[in-house]
């Protein structure tokens, strides 16, 4: 056993999530972390982490964890900290149920496992864990559940809300229920015909003693194998529940969870619903939402087995992200103090593209109501820097179509344009036209007004939201928004306006190179992150930028085979810019945007294949896509095959290992392989 820690929250880079496309859980979202995947982490172990319900950016409990008393050795054991084997998965590509293993060694040697698996239901808003331990000592046992209640304490809600948790001792069952008042949570266990807890505690989370004591001290810490029963608490919390296991050599018991909002009454009878279900009903109903669901959309395309699995999974993780609002959040991930469980306009526009190009039209026409909805549309509405964003969006939303942050950038003004254009012009729907081009022509509007008086879009932030300048992928994007805009102008017969913008396009992409591209610099020559920047470590106007390949594709206002897009992917390959032993460039050379903080071997997914659909089309590597599709990107998977946003010089996951933006890049990819050209290519000149 490892020393005792009372820090739960430890580095983890999320390598599996799971919800339901269908049913009453559609929206709870939960995530799991395999510890062994990650080098900056001593444990081994593979451990459930943050559930949310009815919004994906609110978590309502995280770290699960389940531990193991053996009374005869004296010895309690963690999931996460004293696992010393473990794997985590899902059931297949296609039906993302969480398959958790982890293995334990004792004092005298004697082993263990833990086997957990876990679905959110489709008949209520619930989620159903079963548990199966195994040891190979008839010794006698206790097996603790604990875990931390994050169901208060949002910044950006009432800062006033009060988590308060207690156990309510119904006629035939235990049931500990957590509330910040509006949403609640409540916490049931199953076994042999029991659904009593054998102990139970709400504690303090990080107290480490006195009568107020968190229940991972009490339970982990103290290693006594009691619970000193606690009834209720309000504040920062955790809990804790036990399960009596006598001196058998096995046991398996259901862990259910129900969720409410504004009644705990409901929430206890979803988690209680969810035990008489059972779990392999449950389960049925799981796979069958999921294998409708897929049937809905395109069938994997035929570019070999790894290939395929790796495409749908994809999906299957573009869909287990779809919060309530019908739009996908960043990615069920919290580096460092920040957090990727809001909605990107940018992100929904490339999601938008990968679910066109997949059939999933539906999800499609959702992410793209999702932009008009929360478009800005009142004039006068400024940002801190003064600018009257009238017709934009702003940088980030929390769930419920709060702004978040709110810099300018401007592939989230041309983006959505694109994103209209192109699902219009992949469905033929001309409904779909008519009922956002009020959006698209405002957004339109607005770019034609951020002319800065020499034919160049005025400056704007960076697409990495680290530089204020003119930056080459924001001022691409908006040069594309502007073409897609005059086809869909000309479309509904506002030839002036289509003129108009063609025409303002053809003079920013004049004037391209002039401000993007520059010759000499200590890397060569390059297209820069920015011109004229504010801040930026190294100059972000003396670096070449990944980035940069997205004015080849998407955007096609450079052509792959541009002298100065090519002298840039060549670039690429510098071990300053790329990782060392694996095949993925970075966003920049000298990126400090890592787990560390400081400069690290490695790259970013999501820039390689941008960099590789320019070797592919401009000649400088026919095979770069193949290469991507059928074998590199297998490199930089989870155990559970999905794609991060940043692997390790060696192609570890280094964080963020559902990441959405790299898994509609796969979908992209895959695609424009099989079709044999890239998908998606906004218009030219």
């Known amino acids: 056993m490892v020393e005792p820690t009372t820090e739960f929250p430890v580095p983890s880079d999320k390598d599996a999530i799971t919800s339901t496309p269908a049913g009453q859980s559609q ?83 004697s082993t263990g496992r833990l086997d957990q698996r876990l679905v959110p239901s489709s008949n209520q808003c619930s989620l159903l864990v079963r548990n199966r331990a195994e040891f190979d000592a008839e010794h006698e046992r206790t097996l603790f559940t604990v875990f931390n209640l994050g169901i208060k304490g949002h910044d950006h809600e009432d800062p006033h809300a009060v988590q308060a948790a207690h156990v309510r001792h119904e006629p035939d069952c235990d049931v500990l229920t ?13 076994a042999d015909g029991s659904r009593r807890f054998d102990g139970h505690r709400v504690g303090t989370a990080g107290r480490a003693s006195g009568p107020g004591r968190s229940a991972w001290a009490d339970i982990y810490e103290e290693n006594d194998g009691w619970i000193d ?161 009238a017709g934009t969006w702003w940088q980030n939303y929390y769930t419920t179509g709060e702004p978040h942050w709110r810099a300018l950038q401007l592939d989230q003004v041309g983006g959505p344009i694109y994103a209209h254009w192109l699902l219009w012009r992949e469905t ?26 020499y034919g160049f879009p005025r400056k704007h ?34 030839t002036e306006f289509a003129a108009e913008c063609r025409d303002r396009a053809a003079v920013w992409a004049d004037s391209f190179d002039t401000y993007c591209f520059r010759e000499g610099t200590p890397y060569g020559d390059h297209y820069v992150t920015a011109a004229e920047p504010e801040g930026g470590n190294p100059a972000p106007d003396r670096r070449p930028d990944a980035a940069a390949f997205m004015t080849y594709w998407p955007w096609n206002v450079v052509e792959a085979d541009d002298p100065g897009l090519v002298s840039t992917v060549e670039l690429a390959d510098d071990p300053a810019w790329r990782a060392e032993d694996t095949p993925c460039v970075g ?30 089309q401009s000649g400088v590597d026919p095979d770069a896509i193949e290469e991507y599709v059928t074998d590199h990107a297998a490199e930089w998977t989870t155990s559970a095959g999905l794609l991060p946003e940043r692997v390790d010089g060696d192609g570890t996951v280094a964080w963020n290992s559902n990441l959405q933006w790299s898994q509609a890049v796969y979908v992209l990819l895959v695609e424009s392989y099989l079709r044999g050209e890239p998908y998606g290519l906004a218009p030219g000149e």
Not at 229 to 251: I, K, Q, V
Not at 273 to 295: C, M, N, Q, T, V
């Open 178 to 190: 957590a509330t910040d008042g509006h949403r609640h949570v409540a916490f049931a266990q199953a």
């Open 587 to 616: 966003r920049y050379p000298e990126d400090r945007y890592t787990p560390s903080g400081g400069v690290e071997d490695g790259g970013w997914p999501l820039c390689e294949g941008y960099a590789d659909v320019v070797r592919w």
């Open 27 to 109: 929206h709870v979202l939960v995530t799991a972390n395999r510890y062994a995947d990650n080098p900056r982490t001593p444990h081994q172990g593979a451990l459930i982490e943050e559930t949310s319900a009815f919004r994906s950016d609110v978590e309502l409990f995280y770290d699960l964890h389940t531990l193991v008393w053996d009374a005869d050795l004296g010895e309690t054991h963690d999931v996460r900290n004293d696992a010393v084997a473990s794997d985590l998965g899902w059931a297949s590509p296609t039906v993302p149920e969480l398959h958790l293993h982890n293995e334990f060694r004792f004092g005298d040697g």
């Open 428 to 453: 033929g729907d001309d409904d779909l036209l008519d009922a956002h081009y009020p959006m698209s022509r405002r957004a339109a509007a607005f770019l034609l007004g951020w002319d800065n008086g």
């Open 461 to 494: 932030q960076d697409p990495w939201e680290e530089v204020w300048g003119h930056s080459t992928e924001g001022s691409a994007a908006a040069i594309a928004g502007l073409r897609c805009m005059a086809e869909m102008a000309d479309a509904t017969g506002e």
């Open 229 to 389: 029963d606690a009834e209720n608490g309000t504040g920062n919390l955790d809990a804790g529940f036990g399960l009596y296991a006598d001196r058998g050599e096995s046991l398996e018991w259901l862990t259910a969870v129900g969720f409410a909002a504004g009644s705990e009454a409901n929430a206890i009878a979803h988690a209680r619903d969810a035990l008489d279900a059972g779990y392999e009903a449950e389960l049925a109903s799981f796979e069958r939402a999921w294998r409708e669901w897929h049937e809905g959309v395109t069938n994997a395309p035929t570019g070999g087995a790894g290939v395929d699995d790796l495409y749908e999974r994809s999906l299957t993780s573009l869909k287990c992200a779809e919060d309530h609002c019908r739009a996908m959040i960043a990615g069920a991930f919290k580096p460092t103090d920040m957090t990727y469980k809001f909605i990107w306009p940018r992100d929904q526009v490339i999601i938008v593209q990968a679910l066109a190009a997949a059939g999933a039209t539906a999800e499609a026409r959702q992410a793209l109501s999702w932009l008009d909805r929360v478009q800005i549309t009142d004039d006068g509405t400024v940002d801190d820097r003064g600018i009257d964003r």
